[in-house]
């Protein structure tokens, strides 16, 4: 039997061991210890800025020496963003946007006809407003968008078979849920928009959510309803506009026809979310719960492919607030997610390093307009756990040069790469 992270409660039709596996890890049930690693276990390559070879001013691109393609028996890539969309993070949010092509484009250079997966997922589950209302082309001020009457009011959905009225989440209390039409918390198992819980452990969610936009047919505006659930895929940018993913899919594919441009849309996820930002639990979900057949992420991980997690973030994943659990057990549930193989998953991370000597980073203000960020020794050494784990401070100035390095992480482990059966 298949257990939900969230809710604890059977996931139909879902039969993943290891993601059972990792349910019961982030509920708080540890699993035998795993056999001993063979190498010193930790290879991070991106402490600080100064350390791992970045120039905190430089605005070049990084010299970094990539091997000539290598047609290798790893061609498959799903590459997850966990993007931090509070207040502070206009400037990092642009930063990471700007680094992204040449990021891809080394990781074409160095690996012959790959095959990706993209998705971007945020630290809470604050959707993006409705898209954008047509322009008057005429002058007639109509937008002749449809009618805008959608039978249903306080935010109901009126083309869902469990829909809510009034529905409100919850994404900064450790124990909040969603309550979608119902009382007491209880489990709606046949809505097509779930009940989502913001960072609880006994939550209440929706195991029968299919991912997709809901509406009504009167022609009123579309709603995201696995916006509302953590770890799903983003299909839309800040300001409600759609981005060009595949119809039902939350990520890109080698059928997207401009992969940067449709990054720069998926990234930009905007500054208006929850301050209690829960980056690993959002991680855990988006590779686990949401990845179940009709569920948001559906089709997003493979088997055979190898994991590329970048996670970005101005503040720490806090202890009893935020995610739950902590370092160890936040690597178990990652590895369970591609059958215990650690080798598979390449582990990046953009974070605070106030609290480190040659921290780059200010204190974290927010008076100022959240200015610097706060440290984050949980994050780090979550991250540096992978064998393949780097990270940098997300206050460089460039963070180019250190998704340049990263292409290297991530030839050698496809060169490595050994999918299962």
């Known amino acids: 039997m298949t257990w939900s992270i969230l809710s604890k409660d059977p996931l139909r039709g879902a039969s993943r061991p290891a993601l059972a596996l990792a349910a019961a890890m982030l509920a708080g049930c540890r699993p035998p210890a795993p ?13 600080t800025g100064p350390e791992s070879g970045q120039d905190p001013d430089s605005t070049g691109e990084a010299i970094v020496d990539l091997p000539p393609p290598l047609d290798m028996a790893c061609q498959k890539i799903d590459f997850l963003f966990v993007i931090d969309n509070s207040g502070s993070m206009s400037d990092e949010q642009e930063r990471l946007i700007d680094g992204f092509p040449g990021f891809i484009a ?35 001020g109509s937008t002749d968008s449809g009618s805008t009457d959608s039978g249903s009011t306080g935010g109901s959905t009126g083309g869902s078979t469990g829909g809510a009225t009034g529905a409100s989440t919850d994404s900064g209390s450790t124990g909040g849920s969603t309550d979608s039409g119902t009382t007491g918390g209880s489990t709606d198992s046949g809505s097509t ?31 995201d309803q696995c916006a509302l659930e953590f770890g799903a895929g983003r299909i839309a940018a800040s300001d409600g506009s759609p981005c060009m993913l ?16 449709l990054f720069e849309c998926v990234a930009d996820v ?14 855990a979900q988006a590779l686990t719960e949401q990845t179940f057949p009709g569920r948001c992420n559906d089709g997003f991980l493979r088997d055979d492919a190898i994991l590329v997690v970048t996670i970005i973030t101005d503040e720490e994943d806090d202890e009893g607030s935020d995610s739950p659990g902590g370092p160890e057990i936040w690597k178990d549930v990652v590895v369970a997610a591609k059958h215990g193989d650690e080798s598979a998953v390449v582990m990046l991370g953009l974070v ?16 100022s307009g959240g200015d610097g960020a706060q440290g984050a020794p949980r994050l780090r050494q ?40």
């Open 35 to 47: 056999p001993p690693e063979t190498d010193s276990g930790t290879t991070s390559t991106g402490t």
């Open 106 to 140: 080394g990781i074409e250079a160095s690996i012959a006809q790959y095959d990706y997966h993209l998705m971007v997922v945020t630290v809470d589950t604050t959707p993006p407003p409705p898209p954008p209302e047509p322009e008057d082309t005429d002058g007639s």
């Open 193 to 223: 928009g779930g009940s989502t819980d913001s960072g609880s452990t006994g939550g209440s969610t929706d195991s029968g959510s299919t991912g997709d936009d809901s509406g009504d047919d009167t022609g009123g505006p579309m709603i």
């Open 246 to 261: 595949e119809e039902g899919q939350r990520y890109a594919d080698v059928n997207t026809e401009d992969l940067t441009s």
């Open 270 to 283: 905007g500054i208006h979310g929850s301050g209690s930002e829960k980056p690993i639990w959002s991680m």
């Open 352 to 367: 605070g390093d106030t609290d480190l000597e040659d921290g780059i980073c200010v204190p974290f203000d927010s008076m």
């Open 382 to 421: 979550f991250i540096e756990s992978f064998s393949r784990g780097s990270w940098a401070s997300v206050c460089l100035d460039d963070f180019a040069p250190f998704f340049n390095a990263a292409v290297i992480d991530v030839g050698e482990a496809c060169e490595e790469f050994v999918p299962p059966g």
